[in-house]
């Protein structure tokens, strides 16, 4: 049988960084515009190994503005806030699931997402759906996802900095990299934005889907 890859993709149109205002937000959540946030946008799950931001939060406690956002719900959230408790950080902070309507306001407030996995094999061909919201609005990706993931947005499209799965040091390393070059991280989001406009728009990925099915007898 004849098989067709339809790839997943994001829709431009809605999440679009020049029709986003990112600092009504910040502002109603406590946050000044010198902050720098990082985001975790998604399920609280196991897959995922979150407890590498935690670690990484404790490791850069003292960079008083680097901040860590964790949005969603899920099996792990209450392992992760009791994690944060008995550690004593202040510098990561909780919100609960929003509607989608709401997703562009908030990942445009961000200064970059991070993005993890555990290090398994089995996620070496993952593609975390998150990561092209993300780059359609010009952020960056801390990706902690190895295998096909890696080769697209990091070696492929230079579309954020790549961290080795669970390790926090690692991540933290990369973070700070963002945090001390800011054209490096506006760089980034720009690749970013350019590699998934024209590879995984969801426009074109419909529309090259539509000519496959035109030319089925």
């Excluded at 080769?151 to 230079?158: D, K």
């Excluded at 690692?170 to 490096?184: F, H």
Aim: glycine residues 6%; hydrophobic residues 40%; proline residues 4%.
């Amino acid at each position: 049988k004849k098989v067709y890859w339809l790839k997943n993709g994001v829709d431009i149109n809605f999440y679009n960084a020049d029709k986003t205002s990112p600092a009504n937000w910040r502002k109603e959540n406590g946050f000044t515009p010198d902050d720098f946030l990082l985001i975790y946008a998604g399920i609280l799950g196991h897959a995922q190994g979150l407890e590498v931001i935690i670690k990484t939060a404790k490791l850069l406690s003292d960079k008083s503005n680097i901040k860590f956002i964790f949005l969603g719900s899920g099996p792990e959230k209450e392992k992760l806030e009791l994690l944060c408790s008995e550690n004593s950080l202040h510098n990561v902070y909780f919100f609960n699931v929003v509607p989608k309507q709401q997703m562009q306001t908030i990942l445009a407030s961000t200064n970059a997402s991070i993005i993890p996995l555990r290090k398994l094999d089995l996620f070496k061909g993952a593609i975390p759906s998150k990561i092209f919201e993300n780059l359609a609005l010009k952020k960056p990706i801390l990706l902690g996802v190895d295998g096909e993931a890696r080769e697209l947005f990091i070696n492929n499209g230079n579309c954020g900095l790549y961290f080795e799965p669970e390790n926090h040091e690692e991540l933290a390393k990369q973070i700070m990299q963002l945090y001390e070059n800011g054209d490096l991280a506006h760089v980034l989001g720009e690749n970013g934005y350019s590699f998934v406009s024209k590879d995984f728009n969801r426009d074109i990925i419909a529309q090259n889907f539509w000519r496959e099915l035109s030319q089925i007898k």
